[in-house]
């Protein structure tokens, strides 16, 4: 459950009398994600979601999430854009941790997509970097490629107490990707985290993609090969069926175009995606506070996935 700062009904009610809401009704605490704490808010007139931001994202990073959220909603993009007070204003602070009251959306994410789903989910990414074209907010990748070798430098030999070896394993992998990393594919804004647990849907049809606090300015096909790495596999990291990753290749094709270049480093992508959760979840797995409500997730699912892609290189072919 990530919820790592408590909001007491005082100060939630005070913070709602801010905006045109109406009366506090209920709140609760949402079982699901791992970055920031989230409260379904439901009152007299409707139910919203409170994110108070947390470790990774960083108050200053906000301007740039919420205006992307903005654009992409005001082109029909079924993202939640934040609610402004009546004074206009959408960040806020409670419980001293930086927050936004952000439109609620329906639909549910799964955990089993069919091949449909995930032609449709990657339709809609396709979609969502169509209008992104458009937005000119940059906000560099603290977690791109460059950041992979220090993450890992800073998890350090403590990596071998999450599996022995783990430490050399991954350091043979990044060099290999690193040495092969794209240099000339076309950058954009992109979603950087478009999990399953991020896309809202209601039968085969997306009602929302939310979780944009990592969104940012990289190689806009690395959205892809991040989906694919999230799409493709169980929660343990064993492959699904196949059919799924061809459906995300094409249901993207569909909306957006990808090039022969974006499409042969699609491999690459994908393992440099594999490295970057494997760390993050490494890093959080030996670093997460006692006492915080949330469901670590495993970094070895990812190293499965990465054992995968390299044994695989012809998995988008
Ligand atoms: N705008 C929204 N509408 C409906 N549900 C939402 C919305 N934003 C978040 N949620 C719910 O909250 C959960 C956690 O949100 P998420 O942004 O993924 O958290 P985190 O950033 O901590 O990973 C989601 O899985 C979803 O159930
Ligand atoms: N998707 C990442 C962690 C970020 O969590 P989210 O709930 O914001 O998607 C992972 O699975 O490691």
């Given at each position: 459950m990530a919820v790592y700062t408590q909001v007491s009904a005082e100060s939630l009610s005070a913070f709602l009398a801010k905006f045109d809401v109406g009366e506090l009704v209920s709140a609760k605490g949402i079982a699901e994600g791992v970055e920031n704490s989230n409260y379904l808010v439901e009152t007299t007139r409707d139910r919203f979601i409170l994110t108070l931001y947390e470790k990774r994202v960083s108050v200053g990073d906000?301007?740039?999430?919420?205006?992307?959220?903005?654009?992409?909603?005001?082109?029909?993009?079924?993202?939640?854009?934040?609610?402004?007070?009546?004074?206009?204003?959408?960040?806020?602070?409670?419980?001293?941790?930086?927050?936004?009251?952000i439109r609620f959306l329906s639909g549910v994410s799964v955990s089993h997509p069919t091949p449909a789903q995930a032609r449709a989910a990657a339709q809609a990414l396709?979609?969502?970097?169509a209008s992104l074209a458009t937005f000119e907010g940059v906000r560099a990748n603290g977690l791109g490629a460059s950041h992979w070798r220090p993450l890992l430098d800073q998890c350090g030999e403590s990596m071998n107490q999450i599996a022995p070896g783990l430490y050399d394993r991954v350091a043979r992998s990044l060099d290999a990707?690193?040495?092969?990393?794209?240099?000339?594919?076309?950058v954009a804004a992109i979603h950087?985290?478009?999990?399953?647990?991020?896309?809202?849907?209601?039968?085969?049809?997306?009602?929302?993609l939310i979780d944009f606090y990592f969104a940012c300015t990289d190689i806009r096909a690395y959205d892809l090969a991040v989906m694919h790495s999230a799409w493709g596999f169980d929660a343990q990291g064993n492959p699904l069926d196949p059919a799924i990753g061809r459906a995300l290749v094409a249901g993207y094709a569909d909306s957006f175009a990808l090039t022969?270049?974006?499409?042969?480093?699609?491999?690459?992508?994908?393992?440099?995606?594999?490295?970057r959760f494997l760390l993050t979840r490494a890093w959080d797995w030996l670093n997460t506070p006692a006492g915080a409500l949330v469901t670590r997730k495993d970094p070895l699912a990812y190293l499965r996935r990465l054992d995968w892609y390299e044994s695989n290189p012809k998995a988008f072919v």
């Open positions: 906000l301007p740039f999430f919420l205006s992307l959220l903005d654009h992409l909603a005001a082109d029909g993009n079924p993202v939640p854009p934040a609610i402004p007070d009546r004074e206009g204003q959408t960040i806020h602070t409670l419980e001293g941790r930086p927050a936004c009251l396709g979609r969502m970097h990707v690193l040495a092969d990393w794209p240099s000339d594919l076309a950087a985290d478009l999990f399953p647990d991020n896309v809202l849907m209601l039968g085969d049809r997306i009602t929302g022969p270049q974006e499409r042969a480093a699609l491999p690459v992508l994908a393992r440099g995606a594999c490295i």
